[in-house]
Structure formats: C-alpha cells, structure tokens
C-alpha cells in the first residue's frame, strides 16, 4: 500500500453527492496558500463495461489505450469537474484513466509526475485499494438506498461517511485542516480527559508524569486539540491544570469516582458527541476515536472490548443526551460506569491494540512505556522501521 498522507481522496456512494464541490471548496481554502494539484480518477473494468457509469456513455473511457492514461486540464472554462478544480484554484489538474486491475501501475505513473510531498485532492473510490491517503472521505446522498459496487469495495476505510441532503453537507469542508504532514478532520466533539483519580496506586500524580518533555495530560491534550471544538479537564483541582489554559470541570460532587466525572463533564460541554479518556493513556488512536464516533450516530455510547469481557468505559464515546441517566444513576448510589450501561443503548466494538495500548497505573508500566519509547525513537534516528 502506498502512503501519502498529503493526499485527500474524496470518495461518493453514487451520483449527486456534491463531490466535486467539496472538492473545490477545499481548493479555494488551500490553494491560496500553496501549490494545490486536483486530480480525477476514474476506473475502467472492461469485464463490467466500458462505462462505469453504466450505458454507452461518453466515449470517454471506451478511448482508452493500454493500461492508462494521464491527460492534464488546461481549460478553465467548461463544466468538467477537471475544470471546475482548476478554476477554483488548483495548481495543476490531472485526469487519470485507468483499467481496474492496474490501478497501481496508474497510480505510480500519476505520483511520478506530481512533486514528491504535493498536496492534492483526489476524486476517486477504487483508488483507495492502493493508496493509503491523509484522509478518505466518503459522501453519501442520503436520498440513494444502493452503493455503487466500487465504493462498496473501499467504504470500510473511509475516515467519515458524509450525508448530503437538501443541497447541503452534514459535516462542513472547513472541518476539513491541513496541518504541515498532511489532513485532518476536526470533529464537531468534545475530548474529556478524566483527571480527577487519586492515582493510588502509581503512587504519584500519574497526569503529571513526563512524556517526551511535557506533563502526560499535556502530551494527551496537544494530540486531541486539533481534532475536536474544545477540551475539557475533568478535575477537583483546577490550580494544578490552569498551565493547560482549558477549561477545568470539578465533579457536582467529590469522592463519587469517575461516573461523577463524566456526568459533569457531559453537563458542562458543549457538544453532544464526547470522546472521553482517562489521563494514564499516553497515546491516542485517532483513526479509533473517529471511526467510534462516526459509529455513534444512532447510539448512546461507543464503548470498545477487548477479550469480550474487557471493556474500556475511560476510552469510549459519550453523547451528553445521557447525563439524565447517569445522574439517575448516581443519585441511586451507583458509582460504575457499568451501571449506566443497563440503561442506554450501548455499542461494543472490538479492537486489537497492536501494542498502542497502555494504561500506566503502576511505576512499573510508566517506565516500561519510556523505556520503548525512547527505543522507538531510537529506531527512528537510524532509519528502521518501527
């Protein structure tokens, strides 16, 4: 698989989902800014017919000769999506025509001519089978029941399904960063980080432990900030975090452990989806955290399960709808998060840590962490991979 994560690939699920205007739309954001190359693929099966579209089509991809081909837009002036790219800002357009099974070959010959680090919107499903991109974005007419076979194949790795209905999307291009290694999305949530604990068993305050230089709960907050609206600390004293300059939330009531937490956090945000972790994890999954909330659009909760009996309550997704519940629960002396999980609609996802994982309770785990930390690093600065 090839990456780039300098890429944006814009994916659809059919026809009139305001593709290309979404693709323009972060053209006219960006192009201002620095070279921006559009680029259009569109994928031919001869086994399935020569128009993707269905039909005789337009004679477009029945010219094709060979594997591939690669055409640059010059005009500014016609209806083509090509063209409306270039209008609205792109350095360079390219069109690419390609058979299905050689959409690597087609690919690597497109890469050769784009700069090595170009940043650069893709309008394209199938060639999501062979590039691993900065971001996928899936849009989806919310009018259209049936996936087109091509988008179908990739859909799973979209980094967010987008609705379009009534001319308009449910989630904005300007959510839609470009940070210096590539895009990102910033979701319309919040991220809680639950610092309230006793941290009894490490010993010391485990959120001020250094990681790579800085506080632990600073080296959480920098990896979600970009990413959500705001940032709430869940803590009972606000003067050891006023150096984070976010807003700090102490429990309604003390000494009633981390639902308390929760439900105080979840009464002082100001979103309704609410991705909350505890502050002993040192490394945040993002693809995880998006692909849950994306997940939580018809659920209370996201919550993932490792084992089938591991669940992860300090690592999940929270809607605020639910504090009703949770305050229900605690003014019936519960204390566990599993108690609220009885009386809302709960999602359980599995999910395979791959070593990211770690939970620091004991000294023990915290220098083990630093300890493969720094031969990560290690590993970086001579050029293996890690």
Same mark, same amino acid.
């Given at each position: ?102 959409? +690597? @070959?087609?690919?690597?010959? *497109?890469?050769? $001519? ?8 893709? !309008?394209? %499903?199938? &060639? ?124 309604? +009531? @003390?000494?009633?452990?981390? *639902?308390?937490? $929760? ?8 979103? !309704?989806? %609410?991705? &909350? ?110």
């Amino acid at each position: 698989m090839i990456k780039r994560t300098r890429f944006i690939i814009l994916g659809s699920t059919g026809r009139n989902t305001g593709k290309t205007e979404f693709a323009c739309r972060l053209i006219e954001k960006y192009g201002k800014e620095q070279q921006l190359y559009g680029v259009k693929v569109v994928t031919i099966d001869p086994d399935r017919g020569a128009c993707p579209r269905g039909g005789e089509g337009c004679g477009v991809c029945t010219s094709l000769q060979g594997d591939y081909e690669i055409s640059e837009e010059t005009r500014h002036d016609t209806d083509k999506d090509t063209s409306r790219m270039l209008r609205a800002g792109a350095h360079k357009v390219y069109f690419l025509k390609v058979r299905y099974d050689r959409l +690597e @070959k087609g690919l690597r010959a *497109l890469l050769a $001519i784009l700069p090595e680090k170009a940043l650069t919107v893709c !309008e394209s %499903n199938s &060639i999501r089978k062979v590039i691993e991109p900065g971001l996928f974005l899936v849009i989806k007419n919310k009018e259209e029941k049936q996936v087109k076979e091509s988008c179908a194949e990739v859909i799973r790795y979209a980094n967010k399904v987008i609705d379009f209905h009534n001319m308009q999307w449910n989630f904005s291009p300007d959510r839609v960063l470009m940070q210096k290694n590539g895009w990102i999305i910033r979701e319309n949530a919040t991220a809680i980080i639950l610092a309230g604990g006793k941290s009894s068993r490490m010993g010391v305050d485990k959120s001020l432990l250094s990681v790579n230089g800085k506080p632990m709960i600073a080296h959480i907050v920098r990896q979600l900030e970009d990413h959500f609206d705001e940032v709430i600390i869940s803590a009972n004293d606000p003067g050891k975090y006023a150096f984070l300059k976010r807003a700090i939330v102490p429990d309604v +009531e @003390k000494n009633r452990g981390p *639902l308390m937490g $929760i439900y105080s956090c979840l009464m002082a945000s100001n979103s !309704e989806v %609410n991705f &909350i972790t505890a502050c002993d994890i040192p490394e945040m999954n993002l693809r995880l955290i998006q692909n849950m909330i994306n997940l939580s659009r018809d659920t209370d909760i996201v919550m993932p399960i490792k084992d089938e009996d591991r669940h992860e309550p300090l690592y999940a997704i929270y809607r605020k709808s639910i504090a009703g519940k949770a305050e229900w629960v605690l003014n019936n002396n519960g204390k566990r998060i599993i108690e609220l999980l009885d009386h809302v609609r709960v999602k359980l996802i599995a999910f395979n840590d791959t070593g990211w994982y770690q939970n620091l309770n004991l000294k023990d785990d915290y220098y083990t962490y630093v300890k493969k930390s720094k031969l990560r690093k290690c590993h970086r600065a001579q050029g293996a991979i890690c």
